[in-house]
């Protein structure tokens, strides 16, 4: 079982930044692979970041490519997703995601996810 607790959202104005944590529990942690996926009102959960179980690799949407950043730290068992030149569009709520020992080749894909936190809302105002 793993449990997932996001935090570091909030309202930031456009072209801002803002960090977001997500804390993760479980034995399975360090062999997951972990993603940021989100949610706007209205439209469809989408895949913005993932990384591998490993740290060695990582995947972006195009939307938000060279902007966001994700890592890991396994020794703390917790996700980051430092989010720069945040735009309006960015407003969601951003989810942390846990798939254990899937295929590298699953990393953007949300239905190779187990286990999901709450949410974290972020805001970018105009």
């Known amino acids: 079982q793993v449990q997932l607790v996001e935090s570091g959202g909030g309202l930031v104005q456009a072209g801002g930044s803002l960090s977001l944590s997500c804390a993760a529990s479980?034995?399975?942690?360090?062999?997951?692979?972990m993603g940021w996926f989100r949610q706007a009102p209205g439209k469809e959960r989408e895949f913005v970041a993932a990384?591998?179980?490993?740290?060695?690799?990582?995947d972006y949407a195009d939307s938000v490519t060279g902007r966001f950043t994700v890592s890991r730290d396994n020794a703390k068992n917790t996700v980051y997703l430092q989010m720069t030149s945040l735009k309006p569009e960015d407003t969601a709520v951003y989810y942390c995601?846990?798939?254990?020992?899937?295929?590298?080749?699953?990393?953007?894909?949300?239905?190779?996810?187990?286990?999901w936190g709450q949410g974290t809302q972020v805001t970018v105002s105009s």
């Open positions: 995601a846990a798939a254990v020992r899937m295929p590298l080749a699953t990393i953007a894909i949300s239905e190779a996810y187990h286990y």
């Open positions: 479980g034995r399975t942690v360090s062999s997951s692979n």
């Open positions: 990384i591998s179980w490993d740290g060695g690799t990582t």
